[in-house]
Nanobody
Framework: QVQLVESGGGSVQAGGSLRLSCAAS????????MGWFRQSLGKEREGVAI????????RYADSVKGRFTISRDNAKNTLYLEMNMLKPEDTAIYYC???????????????????????WGQGTQVTVSS
């Protein structure tokens, strides 16, 4: 079955950096678009970044543009999120996710849609202190 395991979370001071990883297994990683999402206390889950199957197309939430970079290594079945210039408002549990179908079109809408993703990891906590 589909398994997504995040790692790399932790506690950093504002302005610091973290790199999250998501190890995927149980399916053909290279034919599915992937995404990173986050959820902070009392708020709904929100999209952070998405990436196409080959990595040539990406999209970011406005709040992280210029600071976060999503990437993937299909040979290693791994998704990454490089986070720089972290802010206290980035504090959240971060989840990686896979689309429901290999043919799912996540690029038709201008924003990242939680509903387009059907498989989720357990999440990794990121805490940014001021």
């Amino acid at each position: 079955q589909v398994q997504l395991v995040e790692s790399g979370g932790g506690s950093v001071q504002a302005g610091g950096s973290l790199r999250l990883s998501c190890a995927a297994s149980g399916y053909s990683f290279n034919i599915y678009s992937m995404g990173w999402f986050r959820q902070s206390l009392g708020k709904e889950r929100e999209g952070v970044a998405i990436i196409s199957t080959g990595g040539s197309s990406t999209r970011y939430a406005d709040s992280v543009k210029g600071r976060f970079t999503i990437s993937r290594d299909n040979a290693k079945n791994t998704l990454y999120l490089e986070m720089n210039m972290l802010k206290p408002e980035d504090t959240a549990i971060y989840y990686c996710a896979r689309t429901a179908y290999a043919s799912s079109s996540i690029w038709a809408t201008p924003s990242i849609q939680v509903a387009d993703f059907a498989h989720w990891g357990q999440g990794t906590q990121v805490t940014v202190s001021s």
